[in-house]
């Protein structure tokens, strides 16, 4: 595998289900993110982990909660999730040299349908 | 705060036609500036850059000049192809960015015909 790799492709859940989106990066990386795309927006950044730290969007439900058990892995773990949370899901990653993030290689995403 | 302003499309061409995508940026100091390309079930790929004031950034026949004078970074192509058919996004980074955050355009659709 090279780049950045995400799965599942596709993903339909209903509203009360668990599911995780998964994320893995081939290119020796500090930093990852989560981008949501959704119809006609902007892409929204959700989350960064960068050298260990998180930080994120205070604008994203708790019901979207991410994890990244090391550099070369980001998950995204979903629960009760709404109908508007349907998008595709795209992660991200790049190299942080004294702060400084450099170009983003994101994945080919995750499309998310919520019934 | 930063933002982006993009042509909204869909831009629909015919080959070889000459194409303009207009980018407009708000930001505070001289942030780089940034073209995604993003082809049908694919992820974003960085097209092209600019990271200062009258860089011009070119990649695959496209161009972009950063103009700070009227905050823009308009994507240009002098004869388009069949396979340019993609979403197009602009995008820009702050100079002072701690978490290296893109805010994007709402991207561009472009549909070239044969």
């Known amino acids: 595998e090279t780049g950045v790799t995400q799965t599942p492709r596709h993903l339909v859940m209903g509203m009360t289900n668990k599911k995780s989106l998964k994320c893995e990066q081939h290119?020796?990386?500090?930093?990852m993110y989560w981008y949501k795309q959704s119809a006609k927006k902007p892409l929204e950044l959700m989350f960064v982990?960068?050298?260990?730290?998180?930080?994120e969007n205070n604008s994203v439900p708790s019901r979207f909660s991410p994890e990244c058990p090391n550099s070369s892995h980001l998950f995204l773990h979903l629960h009760t999730l709404q109908p508007e949370d349907s998008a595709l899901y795209l992660c991200?990653?790049?190299?942080?040299?004294?702060?400084?993030?450099?170009?983003?290689?994101f994945g080919p995403g995750t499309r998310l349908t919520v019934l | 705060g930063d933002s982006v302003t993009q042509m909204e499309g869909p831009v629909t061409l015919s080959e070889e036609a000459f194409l303009t995508i207009n980018c407009t940026y708000t930001a505070t100091g001289y942030p780089s500036l940034f073209w995604y390309v993003q082809y049908p079930g694919e992820g974003l790929q960085l097209l092209l850059k600019?990271?200062?004031?009258?860089d011009k950034g070119s990649n695959k026949g496209f161009e972009a000049t950063y103009r700070k004078e009227t905050t823009s970074f308009h994507l240009e192509k002098g004869s388009v192809q069949v396979s340019d058919s993609a979403a197009y996004f602009c995008?820009?980074?702050?100079?002072?960015?701690?978490?290296?955050?893109?805010?994007f355009g709402r991207g561009t659709q472009l549909t070239v015909w044969p």
């Open positions: 991200a990653s790049s190299q942080v040299n004294g702060g400084t993030h450099n170009e983003q290689f």
């Open positions: 290119l020796g990386h500090n930093a």
């Open positions: 600019a990271t200062k004031a009258d």
């Open positions: 995008a820009l980074k702050g100079r002072g960015s701690t978490l290296g955050r893109l805010y």
């Open positions: 982990y960068s050298l260990e730290e998180r930080v």
